[in-house]
C-alpha cells in the first residue's frame, strides 16, 4: 500500500494529510507561514502538492522531493473538466483542487464549490463540465478580524451557530451578522446560478463552512477535506507524470 502525502497551502493554513492513495488517513492544520515539516513521515511514495503561497509551495516542494516523486497541482496535465475562463493562469490552485474534490466524491455537474478560507470563493462546473469561473468575497474570518480591529464598541468573540436570525446582544449579534450572513450570501448565489441550472448541486468546505453549514436553508453537502480528496483525484489522474 502506497504512503502519499498531500499539501494544501492556503493564505492563512495549511493543511497536510496522509493517505494510502485512495483514502485520507489522517490530517493536521497549521498556520502556513509558521511550516511545521516535522509532520512529514519518513517515508512516503509520492506527494501532490496544492499552493497559493508560491514561496512557501518552493520551501515544502524541496522538502518532499527529496523524498519522493510528486505532482505540483499548478503543472497537473489531467482534469475531470475544461477550462472555460478568460486567464487559466491566473485560477488558484485551491479553486481546482475544490472542483475535484466534487469529481473524487462523484458528483456530476452541474455543481458549485463554496469555500470559506481566507476569502469565500464560489466556483461554477457546468453540464458541459466546463469550468467558466464564479465569485470571490471577503472571508468570514477575515471580515470578523477586520471589524474587530476598527470597532472600539466590539470584542473578539468565538462565533457559535446561532440559534435565531436577530441577535439580543452584541455576542448573537455577530454570530447571527457572520454565520446566517455568509449563508445568505451562498444561498443568493446558489439561487440565482439555478435560474440557469436546474439540476445545480452545491458543495461547502473550509474552515467556517462546519458552523455556516448548520444554518444554510439550501441543499448543499459540507465536505470538510474537500480540496485533499481533490488531491487525490489529481493523483488519479496525472499518474504518468510520477
Same mark, same amino acid.
Given at each position: &500500500?502506497?504512503?502519499?502525502?498531500?499539501?494544501?497551502?492556503? =493564505?492563512?493554513?495549511?493543511?497536510?494529510?496522509?493517505?494510502?492513495? #485512495? =483514502?485520507?488517513?489522517?490530517?493536521?492544520?497549521?498556520?502556513?507561514?509558521?511550516?511545521?515539516?516535522?509532520?512529514?513521515?519518513? $517515508?512516503?511514495?509520492?506527494?501532490?502538492?496544492?499552493?497559493?503561497? %508560491?514561496?512557501?509551495?518552493?520551501?515544502? @516542494?524541496?522538502?518532499?522531493?527529496?523524498?519522493?516523486?510528486? @505532482? $505540483?497541482? !499548478?503543472?497537473?496535465?489531467?482534469?475531470?473538466? /475544461?477550462?472555460?475562463?478568460?486567464?487559466?493562469?491566473?485560477?488558484?490552485?485551491? #479553486?481546482?483542487?475544490?472542483?475535484?474534490?466534487?469529481?473524487?466524491?462523484?458528483?456530476?455537474? %452541474?455543481? /458549485?464549490?463554496?469555500?470559506?478560507?481566507?476569502?469565500?470563493?464560489?466556483?461554477?462546473?457546468?453540464?458541459? =463540465?466546463?469550468?467558466?469561473?464564479?465569485?470571490?468575497?471577503?472571508?468570514?474570518?477575515?471580515?470578523?478580524?477586520?471589524? @474587530?480591529?476598527?470597532?472600539?464598541?466590539?470584542?473578539?468573540?468565538?462565533?457559535?451557530?446561532?440559534?435565531?436570525? /436577530?441577535?439580543?446582544?452584541?455576542?448573537? =449579534?455577530?454570530?447571527?451578522?457572520?454565520?446566517?450572513?455568509?449563508?445568505?450570501?451562498?444561498?443568493?448565489?446558489?439561487?440565482?446560478?439555478? !435560474?440557469?441550472?436546474?439540476?445545480?448541486?452545491?458543495? &461547502?468546505?473550509?474552515?467556517?463552512?462546519?458552523? /455556516?453549514?448548520?444554518?444554510?436553508?439550501?441543499?448543499? #453537502?459540507?465536505? %470538510?477535506?474537500?480540496?485533499?480528496?481533490?488531491?487525490?483525484?489529481?493523483?488519479?489522474?496525472?499518474?504518468?507524470?510520477?
Amino acid at each position: &500500500m502506497a504512503t502519499v502525502v498531500l499539501l494544501d497551502i492556503g =493564505n492563512t493554513k495549511t493543511k497536510l494529510a496522509i493517505s494510502d492513495g #485512495r =483514502n485520507i488517513l489522517q490530517t493536521k492544520e497549521f498556520f502556513s507561514h509558521e511550516p511545521d515539516f516535522s509532520e512529514l513521515p519518513e $517515508q512516503f511514495d509520492h506527494w501532490v502538492l496544492s499552493s497559493v503561497v %508560491p514561496e512557501l509551495g518552493s520551501d515544502w @516542494i524541496a522538502k518532499l522531493s527529496k523524498v519522493a516523486k510528486g @505532482i $505540483q497541482l !499548478k503543472k497537473a496535465e489531467k482534469f475531470d473538466f /475544461i477550462f472555460d475562463v478568460s486567464k487559466k493562469a491566473e485560477v488558484g490552485d485551491d #479553486r481546482l483542487a475544490d472542483i475535484e474534490g466534487a469529481y473524487f466524491l462523484g458528483f456530476n455537474a %452541474p455543481f /458549485i464549490t463554496i469555500d470559506f478560507g481566507t476569502a469565500s470563493v464560489i466556483n461554477l462546473v457546468t453540464p458541459k =463540465n466546463e469550468f467558466v469561473g464564479g465569485a470571490i468575497g471577503p472571508g468570514v474570518m477575515s471580515s470578523f478580524d477586520c471589524l @474587530i480591529s476598527k470597532a472600539a464598541l466590539l470584542k473578539s468573540v468565538e462565533l457559535e451557530i446561532p440559534t435565531e436570525v /436577530i441577535g439580543h446582544d452584541t455576542k448573537t =449579534n455577530l454570530d447571527a451578522g457572520f454565520i446566517f450572513g455568509f449563508s445568505f450570501w451562498a444561498e443568493g448565489f446558489y439561487h440565482e446560478i439555478k !435560474k440557469f441550472y436546474p439540476e445545480l448541486k452545491a458543495l &461547502m468546505t473550509g474552515g467556517a463552512a462546519s458552523l /455556516i453549514s448548520k444554518v444554510a436553508t439550501f441543499p448543499c #453537502r459540507y465536505v %470538510p477535506n474537500l480540496s485533499l480528496l481533490g488531491l487525490l483525484r489529481i493523483l488519479e489522474l496525472n499518474q504518468h507524470l510520477l
